[in-house]
Nanobody
Framework: QVQLVESGGGLVQAGGSLRLSCAAS????????MGWFRQAPGKEREFVAV????????YYADSVKDRFTIARDNAKNTVYLQMHSLKPEDTAVYYC??????????????????WGQGTQVTVSS
């Protein structure tokens, strides 16, 4: 299993930006596709974005498309989520996750085998 640690969350005003990072260790990072998910209080965990092993292909939830960007640096074993134009409805705990199929753009949380502990993002209105 790959171990994942998220960072970069915090409190930001609506319209602001944040960049989340997820550092991986324990396995060859480029063997995994990577995803970001989020969970708001009282709601189910939802897909945000996914990126394939090389970083060449990404897929986004409609709710974040054109505002969020997922990227990875395999030399640093890190995946990022750059978030712009944040809205109060983006408030959630954000999790990164690893998928064993490196080419996949899967969006189903249960298909991801390793998860970080999460980082809180709070957007005030």
């Amino acid at each position: 299993q790959v171990q994942l640690v998220e960072s970069g969350g915090g409190l930001v005003q609506a319209g602001g930006s944040l960049r989340l990072s997820c550092a991986a260790s324990g396995r060859t990072f480029s063997n995994y596709a990577m995803g970001w998910f989020r969970q708001a209080p009282g709601k189910e965990r939802e897909f945000v974005a996914v990126i394939n092993w090389s970083g060449g292909t990404q897929y986004y939830a409609d709710s974040v498309k054109d505002r969020f960007t997922i990227a990875r640096d395999n030399a640093k074993n890190t995946v990022y989520l750059q978030m712009h134009s944040l809205k109060p409805e983006d408030t959630a705990v954000y999790y990164c996750a690893a998928h064993r199929r490196p080419w996949t753009l899967d969006r189903v949380a249960q298909k991801f085998t390793s998860w970080g502990q999460g980082t809180q993002v709070t957007v005030s209105s």
